[in-house]
């Protein structure tokens, strides 16, 4: 018994940085447990970019990053809203919105996010197309305790899960920088060419702690 329980312990929580090139995490069943935690030490940022790929066919909201502080729960968050048909960047609990993106079921999309806390701009690249840059929070940094998690949203830090607003499908290639990625950079990432990897999160050294069932497979590719 002793023996099985250190093994269940062994595969939910990765204790030193896992390389993940050619993996993605499979969520795949709605529920408002299944989750990975990404594990950072920065607890302060001035500036951000997120870049991510996934693959689902949920037709409802869903998270795609969520990001929170003990003051923020949406620190940094990213959402897909159903009813709107748009991908919502949250900083510091103040939202932009996103519309128009061909944001279709059942395929891979490449997915950059940045913000900048002394312009308080934000923008969005979608498969390689950038969208204009919209204001969203200025003045002040991210600041507190961190938690990152992939596949269900924070409304508190670390909880308030929400089932109905819980990923199903595939995530891959996450990235976190402490800084605006430039658009030649963020053109590498999105045709997964040789690019500068996060030095906040890093896919090829992954820290993380799964809870329920998320899987960690090879990733599936197009085959001709």
Known sequence: MKFLLLLVILTVCDASPQDLSGKMFTFPQQT?????????????????????????????????FSLATPTNSNAFLIFWDETNKEIE????DKKSEYGGQDYKPNM??????????????????FDGQPTIRKFVSSGTSIRGSTIIILG??????????????????????????DYVLSSCEIRKY???????????VNWSALEYQITDRVLVENKQTTCY
Do not use: Y
């Open 32 to 64: 408002n447990t299944a989750r990975v935690q990404i594990t950072t030490p920065t607890n302060e940022f001035n500036a951000v970019t997120v870049c991510h790929r996934s693959f689902t066919d949920l037709k409802r909201d869903h998270i795609l």
């Open 89 to 92: 960047p949250h900083i510091k």
């Open 108 to 125: 891979w999309h490449s997915v950059c996010t940045t913000w900048d806390s002394t312009s308080g701009l934000t923008q969005m690249w």
């Open 152 to 177: 269900q949203e924070q409304d508190s830090h670390g909880g308030g899960f929400d089932l109905k607003q819980s990923f199903v499908g595939m995530m891959s290639d996450v990235h976190m920088w």
């Open 190 to 200: 999105m045709d997964e060419l040789n690019f500068t990897p996060g030095n906040v």
